[in-house]
């Protein structure tokens, strides 16, 4: 039995390495596996090669992220193909034999790459002149987008809309591409007011260039320009012209400045138009005598039509814009601020019964009831503190200062929560730098509660030596500038 399965395993390794003839040169089997393993070693390690250098050793070189893919890329490809030209040679495959072979080939397939040629040579060309680079935000095909990947054959490119999309490279050279942010990411856009005919030209210039400079994002530098653009149908057209730092955020500055140029408006009592038409009508008695008589068929005089509109009562509730007003460290925002506010927040929705939070979960958001109720008890000992309903706020402190909570909240019944977290009021607190000292003025009225806290912070090992101070505005004030980096 032995002696059968040793001459079965002889002929099997005869056949595995048994030379095949190809023309003058022959292979075998063995030779070939051994070829593909080496071809997948050499793969997997120029991969490893480009992570390292564009994730490791080019970032710490101070290298920007698209010298890191180019670089990479190319040093990756250029090691593969040494890599594989040295694996035929090691292996004992004829170099020469195979370029006789690739010749022959490609007579017959030459045709059906001459698109996966072309790419191949765009693609060195986008990695060696660098008009196209990794991070780069550009315009094509009616799309726009970031690069995210530049390939030897294709662009990975993401869209503002979080899909992405595979550019051959030859679309990317032969056809024109706009390039927002090829030396900087600065560009202009330009906002088309319509301002009503008798208005002050001037004081629409001034309300316009106003509204510019209170966006963060606009440029001092060119400097914001009013264009007068033309007399409309039914309005004064005008222009703002304003330089961005950040084009690929264009739809949110627009919408910003939208929201600021309304505001600025109303507030210097300007108007905006609406197309106005005049209506002349023809035998008019005869329009009127024709309402008149289906009034009385309905069963109605004219003299008294039902009303079945709604008519507002006093208890409609409150604009999410009072409720943040009433908390005490938004009371003098302006309208443009407390919407920012209302636009960096988000809804929060408990079914009842449902934990918002356990005390001693990290303290890193703030809430306002919107609707429903929530309870507010000590977990650990089943003690009930007290119901906040619609309009209550609570959380303040613990994302203020960054303390655990001290105790637990649930949902009586079906609650929408406002929640603004830490990295919202983060950027609150960076574009406000005084609203900063008004909190510290205001928590430090509660000095008992406040040293209650710090306390409670010592204990649990969670107060820097760097801030921990027996004043308590002084704790406060670098609490503060530590959570929020101000």
């Known amino acids: 039995m032995n002696e059968a399965f040793k001459r079965i395993a002889a002929q099997s390794l005869s056949w595995f390495t048994a030379p095949i003839p190809l023309g003058n040169y022959s292979v075998s ?13 050499v793969v997997f390690l120029s991969s490893g090669l480009k992570k390292f250098l564009k994730y490791r050793l080019l970032v710490k070189l101070g290298i920007d992220e698209g010298n890191r893919e180019a670089m990479a890329t190319i040093i990756s490809y250029s090691s593969s193909l040494l890599g594989l030209i040295i694996v035929l040679q090691s292996t004992g495959f004829n170099l020469g034999s195979l370029l006789v072979i690739a010749g022959g080939l490609g007579v017959g ?5 001459q698109e996966v040629t072309r790419n191949f040579i765009s693609g060195l060309t986008l990695l060696i002149e660098r008009k196209l680079k990794v991070g780069d935000f550009i315009e094509f095909d009616g799309m726009s987008g ?16 979080g899909g992405d999309v595979v550019v051959p490279n030859s679309k990317l050279v032969e056809n024109k591409v706009l390039n927002w ?19 002050d030209t001037v004081l629409v210039t001034e309300t316009l260039l106003n509204a510019a400079y209170m966006e963060p994002a606009v ?14 149908d039914n309005a004064l057209n005008f222009e703002l012209w304003v ?5 690929d955020r264009e739809p949110f500055i627009r919408s910003s400045l939208n929201f600021i140029i309304e505001h600025n408006l109303r507030q210097n009592h300007i108007k905006i138009p609406f197309p106005q038409r005049d209506l002349w009508i023809r035998n008019g008695e005869d329009f009127s005598r024709l309402g008149r008589k289906k009034i009385y068929q309905n069963g ?12 507002a009562t006093s208890s409609d509730p409150l604009t999410l814009k009072n409720l943040l007003r009433q908390v005490t460290y938004f009371q003098n925002f302006t309208d443009l601020e407390l919407r920012k506010l209302i636009e960096i927040g988000h809804r929060t929705r408990l079914y009842p019964s449902q934990f918002l939070f356990h005390e001693g979960d990290p303290g890193d958001a703030f809430y306002i009831v919107l609707s429903g109720s929530v309870e507010v008890f000590v977990e650990k000992i089943n003690k009930h503190l007290t119901n906040l309903a619609a309009g209550k706020f609570f959380g303040e402190l613990s994302l203020m200062l960054g303390i655990p909570r001290t105790a637990s909240v649930r949902a009586l019944e079906e609650t929408i929560l406002f ?15 005084e609203l900063a000292e008004e909190i510290v003025q205001e928590l430090c009225k509660h000095q008992e509660e406040l040293a209650q806290r710090q306390q409670q912070l010592r204990t649990m090992g969670l107060l820097d030596s760097t801030e921990d101070d027996k004043n308590p505005v002084v704790w406060v004030r670098k609490r503060l500038q530590n959570l929020f980096g101000l």
Not at 146 to 161: G, K, P
Not at 243 to 247: Q, S
Request: proline letters at 7%.
């Open 29 to 41: 089997i063995s030779a070939i596996l051994q070829l593909i393993i080496w071809v997948l070693i």
């Open 243 to 247: 330089w961005v730092n950040r084009i």
């Open 300 to 311: 109605h005089s004219p003299e008294r039509i039902p009303d079945t509109g709604t008519v």
């Open 419 to 433: 929640t603004i977290h830490h990295k919202a009021f983060q950027s609150i607190l960076q574009e406000h730098p």
């Open 146 to 161: 970031y690069v995210q990947e530049v390939s030897l054959r294709s662009t990975l490119i993401r869209t503002r809309d």
């Open 219 to 232: 440029l001092h530098d060119p400097p914001p320009k009013v264009m007068f653009k033309n007399f409309g």
């Open 109 to 113: 397939i030459g045709f059906g790459l």
């Open 181 to 199: 942010s090829y030396d900087s990411f600065h560009a202009r856009i330009q906002i088309p007011v319509g301002i009503a005919y008798n208005s």
